[in-house]
């Protein structure tokens, strides 16, 4: 069954800090990959995605990945974060049919200053 | 560019009532989805679409419907609430070929 492990409910990070979330899926196919950010009362919004191709990808407000498929992870990471880094974080995984997605359960990221 | 809209933002409703949740985006997009986001359970698929004119279940459909009124509108419909059906409520939709997904900003839906 396709599923996805986000190990770390909360972490808290000192302002300029790196930042590494984790992220384990389970899928039968190759999977496409995804990382979004939720700020409080907002919607989901795209982070990064990885399809095929190389296996660092990169995404908006200065985030990355790294798809290991000998790990089934693909974790988020960001060098220096930033105060209104602070959010909620998500990783999904689909199929290239697009009918279908999983979500974790999500890592809440506080960031002190 | 409004993308994805959903009505409404928030709603209270009293066990068996029933009500419908409304979406639509301007993206031209074939697939739309519906999600609940619960406490510790992340975002849960309930209902999709693939295309106009057809939907499928998710991960927790019971209790729910829906109806894919056209290419731009997809609604979530409660027969008759309860309150495990608290929760905040997303839409989505996607491109197939994108495989990326835009959210609506939600609604959030109380049950007493």
């Known amino acids: 069954a396709q599923s996805v492990t986000q190990p770390d409910i909360h972490i808290t990070v000192s302002e300029g800090a790196s930042l590494e979330l984790r992220c384990n899926y389970s899928?039968?196919?190759?999977?496409?990959l995804f990382w979004y950010v939720q700020s409080p009362g907002q919607g989901l919004q795209l982070l990064l995605k990885?399809?095929?191709?190389?296996?660092l990808v990169q995404g908006i407000k200065g985030f990355e990945a790294e798809f290991k498929r000998s790990q089934s992870s693909f974790n988020l990471r960001k060098p220096s974060v930033h105060w209104s880094d602070a959010a909620e974080y998500f990783c999904?995984?689909?199929?290239?049919?697009?009918?279908?997605?999983?979500f974790g359960t999500g890592t809440s990221l506080t960031v002190i200053p | 560019n409004a993308g994805v809209t959903q009505t409404p933002k928030f709603q209270v409703l009293k066990t068996g009532q029933s009500m419908t949740l409304q979406c639509a985006q301007d993206?031209?997009?074939?697939?739309m989805y519906w999600y609940r986001q619960d406490p510790g359970m992340g975002l849960r698929l309930i209902y999709y679409?693939?295309?106009?004119?057809?939907?499928d279940k998710g991960e927790v459909p019971n209790g729910y419907n829906v109806s894919r009124l056209n290419k731009r509108e997809f609604s979530l419909r409660l027969e008759s609430a309860a309150p495990s059906q608290t929760s905040v409520y997303f839409c989505?939709?996607?491109?197939?070929?994108?495989?990326?997904?835009?959210f609506g900003a939600g609604t959030r839906l109380s049950v007493l």
């Open positions: 999904a995984v689909g199929a290239n049919t697009g009918n279908q997605f999983y």
């Open positions: 993206m031209n997009h074939n697939s």
């Open positions: 899928y039968g196919a190759t999977p496409y």
């Open positions: 990885y399809f095929s191709g190389d296996t």
């Open positions: 989505a939709s996607s491109e197939i070929a994108s495989n990326i997904q835009y």
């Open positions: 679409s693939a295309s106009e004119g057809t939907t």
